[in-house]
């Protein structure tokens, strides 16, 4: 046998012994490297991609330096996230287990939503006597699920080389962009981009309006956490899941600056930018660099493209961690969720959206859910994990214990920061039409799961039995 079989053989001997220690048994298969995985969550994060799709929201309740110094401390906070995460991952490398299965539901139909929105944007571009409607909207939305389900189902196989291809998109789109941009548009200054602060949302106390803008800064920087939801589908998981998700944090947080102040520089005036028809000011900016109608459609496809492609990784991420939830019978359903074909690998977590409606909060309602999910673990290892821990009981990826403490802090006063103003109206007075509901949706969730897990989940629930001695530890 080969040394390079050798090593293979003894890699999945190792994983499948370290999930065994966890309490479950191997039954998908390792097909995702590092490179494979890393791309996935930089496309299902889509970092300058989002961006693009959300910063009205910070323009408009503080303007370009909003954006700027919110998205500086959404990165940096995120990478503590990521850190935390990763230290608690690497010690439990399994599919699922703390992530919360609505925040990865919503975080999905959110990219599938911008791209219907973006579609008609591109048709009210092209066509000014189009006009939308929302049951057309919808249409769309429904396709990009349908088409994402299908690539999760029909092509399981392909899609860790299909996430590369996104990933190679991802990057070459943002660098064609930045270099159109930066040739063909006009500048504005220095200032305008750091310093002049404005405020449009009604908001009296500037302070509080900055802060309801962290929406346009924190959502960009979601979805890093598929690494864990895929643990068990690639090799020496201890390791590559935390490199995973501090590498895609890191390089997606850097790209998201670096595109962040192109744009800002490149912004008309804010007025007319909020005031787009298409409803997202990036297709007026690419349009004032270009002049050309069929260019700025060429350019912004890239956003949409990848947008799409989110879809289908979030769908994957999502179907996992639904499935791992299954496997411990705690969900609805559970004996049909988690069972995995050995053949077809079917996934079958692209039947997670029964609701279509209050969209106005899923933004919102994505932070909040995926926040709060990776908050309570956060906690949890900080007060129980790490003070009953002893050295060998750590993955591979261990922080010095004071490093570790402080970005676990930092991590939590951030994803509390960030939750609490989630939950505010972008506009002020508050209306029906423009309250946020996403402290709603969250609280049903809730009651939903509380409801099932009290009347049916208890009973019959299964703790995974986490063995220490099992073979090879």
């Known amino acids: 046998m080969a040394a390079s079989d050798l090593k293979h053989t003894y890699t999945n001997q190792f994983d499948n012994d370290q999930l065994a220690q966890l309490g479950h048994l191997k039954e998908l298969r390792r097909d995702y490297s590092i490179w494979s995985l890393a791309s996935l969550c930089l496309c299902l994060m889509a970092t300058w991609e989002a961006l693009s799709t959300v910063i009205a929201t910070a323009l408009t309740t503080g303007g370009a330096p909003c954006l700027f110094f919110n998205l500086l401390a959404s990165v940096v906070c995120s990478i503590a996230i990521a850190c935390s995460l990763g230290e608690i991952a690497s010690i439990y490398p399994t599919a699922g287990e703390w992530i919360n299965v609505g925040g990865q539901i919503v975080l999905t ?264 999910s990776y908050l309570v673990p956060i906690i949890y290892f900080m007060v129980y994990g790490r003070p009953n821990f002893v050295t060998h009981e750590y993955g591979v990826f261990k922080m010095p214990k004071s490093l570790s403490l402080g970005l676990n802090i930092l991590a939590c006063a951030w994803l509390v920061l960030a939750m609490v103003f989630s939950t505010f109206p972008t506009y002020m007075p508050g209306t029906p039409q423009n309250m946020n509901y996403s402290s709603v949706v969250m609280v049903g969730w809730v009651v939903l799961g509380g409801a099932y897990y009290f009347t049916f989940g208890r009973k019959k629930y299964e703790v995974p039995v986490v063995d220490r001695e099992a073979r090879g530890f």
Request: aromatic share 12%; proline share 4%.
């Open 109 to 372: 139909a959110s990219a599938a939503f911008a791209v219907a929105l973006q579609i008609q944007g591109y048709i009210i571009l092209n066509n000014d006597s189009y006009i939308p409607e929302r049951w057309q909207s919808l249409l769309l939305y429904w396709a990009i699920l349908v088409y994402g389900a299908a690539t999760n189902i029909w092509g399981a196989r392909i899609l860790p080389t299909a996430n590369l291809v996104a990933g190679v998109l991802h990057l070459v789109g943002l660098l064609a962009i930045v270099v159109f941009l930066g040739v063909m548009s006009p500048k504005n200054t220095a200032s305008f981009v750091f310093t002049e602060v404005s405020n449009s949302s009604g908001w009296s106390n500037t302070g509080v309006s900055w802060l309801v803008g962290l929406l346009s800064a924190v959502f960009p920087i979601l979805g890093y956490d598929a690494a864990c939801h895929l643990a068990e589908e690639m090799p020496r998981a201890s390791r590559n899941v935390p490199l995973a998700m501090i590498g895609s944090v890191t390089v997606n947080g850097v790209l998201g600056i670096g595109y962040c102040i192109i744009l800002l520089f490149c912004t008309g005036p804010l007025e007319t930018l909020l005031a787009t028809p298409t409803g997202f000011p990036f297709i007026r900016i690419f349009f004032d660099a270009t002049q050309s109608r069929v260019g700025t459609t060429l350019l912004s496809l890239t956003i949409t493209l990848i947008a799409i492609a989110a879809t289908s990784a979030g769908i994957t991420s999502t179907s996992r961690t639904f499935w791992a939830f299954a496997r411990d019978k705690a969900t609805p359903f559970d004996r049909y969720f988690s069972h995995v074909n050995h053949t077809s690998q079917v996934l079958l977590g692209f039947i997670y959206l029964g609701n279509t409606t209050a969209f106005n909060a899923i933004l919102s309602t994505a932070v909040l859910g995926l926040y709060a």
